[in-house]
């Protein structure tokens, strides 16, 4: 698989930012749009077994940004994350690996999960 990263909800200046990143990495980029939160994320990434889905996303949910690395090795999500922390995007809350188990997940899904547990673990370690 190649190493792609899907960039859900990005202001222009933050994905422009992400964009040289990418470049500086060698990453492909793919910025999501709203109305592509139902197909599932293993189709956007270009996996051949995952089907895309005919409907468009038209609600408000699932503003959040979050980004999606499909293909990357251990080594190249260190690079990742340490070039966002230097870089102007600093912080990105909502990340994932594209799974075996997530792959089937719409956007949508991912993202509802991953603010599900980010909150959790905000909430939890608040009380530290």
């Known amino acids: ?3 792609i990263i ?10 422009q930012a992400l964009k040289l990143i990418c470049m500086m990495l060698r990453t492909q980029l793919r910025a999501v749009t709203r109305e592509e939160l139902l197909q599932p994320v293993g189709y956007l990434a270009g996996l051949p077994e995952v089907a895309s889905v005919s409907e468009a996303y038209s609600g408000d949910e699932g ?5 999606l690395m499909c293909g990357f ?3 190249d999500l260190d690079r990742l994350l340490a070039a966002v922390k230097k870089g102007k995007l600093r912080q990105v809350a909502l990340k994932a690996m594209l799974t075996p188990t997530n792959c089937t997940w719409s956007g949508l899904q991912l993202l509802q999960e991953l603010s599900q547990e ?11």
């Open 1 to 3: 698989m190649q190493k």
């Open 6 to 15: 899907l960039a859900y909800n990005f202001t222009p200046e933050r994905l």
């Open 63 to 67: 503003q959040e940004e979050m980004l």
């Open 73 to 75: 090795s251990r080594q």
């Open 118 to 128: 980010h909150a959790y673990m905000h909430g939890k370690n608040a009380g530290k």
